[in-house]
């Protein structure tokens, strides 16, 4: 296969949302991704890798991309799921331009010690951590976290069977409050805001009950509360230089706005406001990344949207071409193995307020569990990832 240097590699657990916001500003797209679905099928050109970009052979893997790309592409987009793999993206940039943060950023987020001595130089609140396990902290829930995890995979309460396995592990003091993430912009120095996001998170019991289960755009934030975040952003996008699009999650607790996690590269939620931009978010990430902030478009009275990922209740194969709705992406492949706990698929509703919406959403997730059989449709609490 060939290619010309108008063609984006795309690499993350899923790719499609990257790739269709790619095509819309008329890339070629081609993607590397754990499920290569229905929906990414007819953005792309999709390669599976379904064991996780982690456990790849780093310089086999590049070669073979270089060998399906004998007329270099125009650059490389990574998204969730290469937390881990620095590796791999510096040994990519040997090879193709990165359109994204410096691999730099990835490792400081995988060295908890690191990032939060980094919060504490800039006066960030966080919850509070511990990087030895809390036996002696009766009455408080606390949290054990993996580092370089996404969409909450890495993160567990803590119990007295629970010891960190390595460095990358550490423990936070769990805060009650609304989860919520501002999606941002950034030229290396500067940045624009895109929105607010309220996060939903899974609450079923083990083994990840903070699985990232889906968001509501436009959250609102008192002033006082934007100010403040929107300072950390500033101080974050310039001690790291961070470019492209990123975001940052929060909880909005009584004592104020605590810090939970930088996600340094196109998230989830960032789908929630493509209708903004008629050529796709990506063509304005790239832009970013070589020092170019957009013009963003002036938000009215908004329209909230709202995306909410079903993960399967039990494993079962995709039957024959179920009758999907409009509002249903990521359509697994007639025919495939889908695994309990996995995610199935994505909804979309859009509506006035977050309440309509979300009550959409569960209306349309009831919808389809029944859809696609009586086996899978049971009281489910949603769970993983951004």
């Excluded at 980094?118 to 993996?146: C, H, M, N």
Aim: proline content about 6%; aromatic content about 10%.
């Amino acid at each position: 296969m060939s290619a010309n240097n108008n063609t984006l590699l795309i690499l993350a657990n899923s790719g499609r949302a990257t790739a269709e916001s790619a095509r819309r500003g008329g890339y070629r797209v081609a993607v590397f991704d754990g499920y290569c679905d229905q929906d990414t099928l007819v953005a792309a050109d999709c390669w599976p890798v379904t064991q996780g970009f982690s456990n790849l052979e780093v310089d086999r893997f590049v070669d073979e991309v270089a060998s399906l790309f004998p007329i270099k592409p125009y650059g490389v987009i990574y998204g969730a799921g290469l937390e881990e793999s620095t590796i791999l993206l510096r040994r990519l940039s040997t090879e193709f331009r990165l359109f994204g943060n410096d691999p730099s950023v990835l490792e400081l987020l995988r060295r908890p010690r690191r990032y939060f001595s980094l919060l504490d130089r800039l006066e960030i609140p966080y919850p509070q951590v511990s990087f030895t396990p809390p036996y002696s902290a009766a009455g408080k829930r606390w949290l054990i976290k993996r580092a370089g995890s996404c969409g909450g995979q890495g993160v567990a309460y803590f119990d007295a069977a629970h010891s960190a396995a390595d460095t990358s592990c550490y423990y936070q003091r769990h805060m009650p409050g609304q989860v919520m993430s501002i999606l941002f912009i950034a030229d290396g120095g500067r940045h624009c805001t895109i929105g607010y996001n309220r996060l939903g998170m899974g609450a079923s019991s083990t083994p990840a009950p903070f699985l990232y289960s889906g968001a509501t755009s436009h959250a609102s934030l008192s002033h006082a509360h934007c100010a403040n975040i929107e300072l950390i952003v500033s101080q974050l996008v310039s001690e790291l230089r961070l470019r492209g699009i990123n975001s940052l999650d929060f909880v909005v607790a009584n004592e104020g706005v605590f810090v939970i996690d930088l996600n340094p590269r196109p998230t989830a939620t960032l789908e929630l406001y493509e209708h903004l931009m008629g050529e796709g978010w990506i063509k304005y990430h790239i832009a970013a990344c070589l020092g170019e902030l957009p013009s963003l478009p002036l938000v009215g009275s908004a329209v909230i949207h709202g995306q909410r990922i079903i993960y399967s209740p039990r494993s079962f194969e995709m039957p024959g071409e179920p009758k999907w709705k409009p509002w249903v992406k990521d359509r697994p492949l007639v025919g495939s193995r889908v695994v309990e706990g996995q995610p199935l698929c994505s909804l979309y509703a859009k509506g006035d307020s977050v309440e309509e919406v979300e009550s959409v959403l569960r209306q349309r997730q009831d919808e389809i569990l029944r859809m696609l059989g009586a086996s899978l449709y049971q009281p489910f609490a949603h769970k993983v990832a951004v």
